[in-house]
């Protein structure tokens, strides 16, 4: 959950939709909840994820708010922080979004 990682991602999402292209993330990053929460926060919308993670992943995004979440995420992408796992989980816990 680097912040220089996400703006990089960020960037991506913001020129794909500029060229009407999708993007898609493929990995272990997007099965879990809390990093899943930060994906979407940065505009992906679509993530693989192996079939045990689908349930937990999901039930996140349908209590989450994401224009409330790029708000807040918005100013971390830029912050100097290692990770933003901890003002992520502290958003979700607020939020009261479900991980």
């Given at each position: 959950m680097s912040p220089s990682a996400l703006l990089v991602m960020r960037a991506i999402v913001e020129a794909a939709e500029r060229h009407k292209k999708p993007v898609t993330l493929c990995g272990e990053l997007g099965g879990r909840p809390l990093e899943a929460m930060g994906l979407v926060g940065v505009g992906l919308t679509s993530i693989s994820m192996v079939p045990s993670a689908i349930g937990p992943v999901k039930a996140m995004i349908m209590s989450l708010d994401r224009a409330k979440l790029w708000s807040?995420?918005?100013?971390?992408?830029?912050?100097?922080?290692?990770?933003?796992?901890?003002d992520l989980l502290e958003f979700a816990q607020r939020q009261g979004v479900t991980l």
């Open positions: 807040f995420m918005e100013p971390l992408l830029r912050s100097p922080a290692h990770s933003i796992r901890g």
